[in-house]
Structure formats: C-alpha cells, structure tokens
C-alpha cells in the first residue's frame, strides 16, 4: 500500500475506540479492518448483513458466500451474527452504530458530504451511506485530498449529488486531517511530510487552522485561510 493511503488508514484506526460497533465503507475504508489492533473488541458491521467482519481472507482461504457491502470476500470474528437487510438497516437507523467510516468523492467546508455517484456514469449500487450518514453517531470520512485532475476535493460547496448534508465530523486525507466545528472547517493536523504549503495549494474549501496544531511555521494559529 502506497505510504499516503497508510497513514489515512492509521488515522482512521485512531478513532475506534474499545467496544464500539463500527460500519466501513466501501472502497479505502474497508481497509482499516486490517489494522484493528488485535486485542482491541470491536464489531465492524456490513449493511448487506453481517455484524463482526473480520480481517481479509488469505489467498486461497476466500468464502464465496461471506462478503461484505461491496461484494469482498471477508472473514467473520468468534460471535458474529448475520441477518437480513431489515434488521441492518435497523441497527443504523436506530442509532446503534458508533462510528461509519465512510469514502469521499467530494467533501465541503460545511460538512455536506458527495460520496454515491458522478452523472453519467453507472451506479451499480447506492449503498447504505445515505442511512449511515444520518444514523451512525459520528461520522469520518477518508479520502485522497485531490482527484485524478489534480483538482482539490474539499470543496467550498459540493458539486456533485449529495450523500448527506452537514453530516462529516472528521475528514481525513493524504494530506491533513480536519474537524468541523460550529465556527466551520479546522484543520487539526498535517500528514507526516506535508507543509502547510501543501495544504493550502490543495485546499479550496476555506479553513481555520488549530490553535492545538504544532509545527506550522510563518502561519498564525487560528487564522483563518482560503
């Protein structure tokens, strides 16, 4: 794995917490499964039915019948549960899913997220990110900072459909992490070798940077930036 799409993955990893249940996305985030810290309890949920996904299965080992929501084979842990779509989609409109990590196509300062479709090209399946979005308790989202364009996609405003509106709490990229927060869009902290330069070449959406974030030269904490 490329070392940028590493460290979003280890900064994903960062917020699951002991106990709780947590629904991945489809894509990058299915990959934090394989960086869970072993003795930590965590049950990772799939919306097509199954309640304790664990790790990837070895070459060889894969079960044609366990898959998860984007049609991957994965391994299920001691005490997992499966069951049909009604009951999945109770857990996450119930409220009784901890954290969803979910993709980004494109994320706005305001939270809005764009994360299911681009017009005109085939949706082969919307998903659960729409229930997610609005019945998971918090919600990261992780994603490459720009696209295959170079164009950046933490927007001011999205411009493609949205999955949901003021519904990110985190946002995590190859380049820095950000917060949203009543005053808006915080940057928290930069990847490992990035510049704030970086950042702000890449950035379209306007931010605030932390009064917490350490090592930023020439910048001052708590300004604001576009």
Same mark, same amino acid.
């Given at each position: 794995?490329?070392?940028?799409? !590493?460290?979003?993955i280890?900064?994903?990893?960062? &917020?699951? *917490?002991?106990?709780?249940?947590?629904?991945?996305g489809?894509?990058?985030?299915? !990959?934090?499964? %394989?960086?869970?810290?072993?003795?930590?309890?965590?049950? !990772? =949920?799939?919306?097509?039915?199954?309640?304790?996904?664990?790790?990837?299965?070895?070459?060889?080992?894969?079960?044609?019948?366990?898959?998860? @929501?984007? *049609?991957?084979?994965?391994?299920?842990?001691?005490?997992?549960?499966f069951?049909?779509?009604?009951?999945?989609?109770?857990?996450?409109?119930?409220?009784?899913?901890?954290?969803?990590?979910?993709?980004?196509?494109?994320?706005?300062?305001?939270?809005?997220? @764009? %994360?299911?479709?681009?017009?005109?090209?085939?949706?082969?399946?919307?998903?659960?990110?729409?229930?997610l979005?609005?019945? $998971? *308790?918090r919600?990261?989202?992780?994603? &490459?900072?720009?696209?295959?364009?170079?164009?950046?996609?933490?927007? *001011?405003?999205?411009?493609?459909?949205?999955?949901?509106?003021?519904?990110? %709490?985190?946002?995590?990229?190859?380049?820095?992490?950000?917060?949203?927060? &009543?005053?808006?869009?915080?940057?928290?902290?930069? =990847?490992?070798?990035?510049?704030?330069? &970086?950042? !702000?070449?890449?950035?379209? $959406?306007?931010?605030?940077?932390?009064?917490?974030? =350490?090592?930023?030269? =020439?910048?001052?904490?708590?300004?604001?930036?576009?």
């Amino acid at each position: 794995m490329k070392n940028d799409r !590493l460290a979003i993955i280890k900064c994903a990893v960062e &917020e699951i *917490k002991e106990g709780m249940y947590v629904n991945l996305g489809i894509g990058l985030p299915t !990959l934090v499964a %394989n960086y869970i810290p072993p003795e930590m309890t965590v049950m !990772l =949920q799939s919306e097509n039915g199954l309640l304790g996904i664990g790790a990837y299965p070895y070459v060889g080992e894969e079960d044609p019948d366990l898959i998860n @929501a984007g *049609k991957e084979t994965v391994t299920a842990v001691a005490g997992a549960s499966f069951f049909d779509s009604a009951e999945s989609f109770a857990m996450i409109r119930g409220g009784h899913i901890d954290l969803a990590i979910l993709g980004g196509m494109e994320v706005a300062e305001n939270g809005d997220l @764009a %994360n299911w479709m681009i017009p005109g090209k085939m949706v082969k399946g919307m998903g659960g990110a729409m229930d997610l979005v609005n019945g $998971a *308790k918090r919600i990261i989202v992780i994603m &490459e900072h720009v696209n295959k364009a170079g164009e950046s996609k933490v927007k *001011k405003a999205c411009t493609l459909p949205l999955t949901g509106k003021s519904v990110v %709490n985190r946002l995590i990229t190859d380049l820095a992490v950000f917060d949203f927060t &009543e005053e808006g869009i915080v940057l928290s902290s930069l =990847q490992p070798g990035v510049t704030m330069e &970086e950042v !702000l070449a890449n950035t379209e $959406a306007r931010f605030i940077i932390s009064p917490l974030l =350490q090592n930023v030269p =020439q910048m001052s904490k708590g300004d604001h930036y576009e």
